[in-house]
């Protein structure tokens, strides 16, 4: 059985793109940041997964998902492989297809924690939430993140 369950945050905005198809299809493109339960000294807080979500679930995440936001997914787990033409070499891919999405948070409590954040005038690269996750600061790039 294939089966994932993630509960974390959006470490950005979703990036939507449409195929080129007579039928043109929503792909949704976005990356979680999941909290560890258990930390090891020297390891990293959270994992970052990459989740892509196609068609009617695809267009309710651009509506309606922002950076930051808590959500959860189920799914399931999908690793691609192709030879890129530049080097030669054998390259990988692991995602989260999504099945299932949901909010984990009321609008409410997402807005209030975003209007708490731009009152504070200097905040570090993580900080923690009450409900155990942390937060990504808008300083990071993505190129900076540990996939």
């Known amino acids: 059985m294939n089966k994932v369950i993630l509960i974390g945050r959006l470490t950005k905005d979703p990036e939507i793109r449409y195929s080129q198809s007579s039928e043109p299809l929503a792909v ?13 000294e020297n390891e990293p807080d959270a994992d970052f ?11 309710f995440i651009e509506k309606y998902f922002k ?3 808590q959500i ?8 691609r492989s192709w030879d890129d033409p530049q ?11 999504v099945e299932e999405q949901e909010f984990t948070e009321s609008r409410g409590a997402f807005e209030a924690r975003g209007a708490s954040r731009q009152q504070t005038p200097a905040s570090p ?7 155990g996750f942390a937060a990504i600061a ?6 900076d993140l540990p996939f």
Not at 72 to 79: D, F, L, N, Q
Not at 87 to 97: A, F, L, N, P
């Open 125 to 131: 690269a993580y900080e923690p939430e009450p409900d």
């Open 28 to 40: 949704a493109r976005y990356t979680m940041a999941v909290n560890r339960r258990f930390k090891r």
């Open 138 to 143: 808008d300083t990071i790039d993505e190129d």
């Open 67 to 69: 950076k930051g936001m």
């Open 87 to 97: 080097s030669g070499q054998r390259r990988w891919q692991t995602e989260v297809i």
């Open 49 to 59: 997964i990459p989740c892509v979500s196609f068609g009617k679930q695809a267009e």
């Open 72 to 79: 959860g997914v189920t799914g399931r787990i999908s690793v």
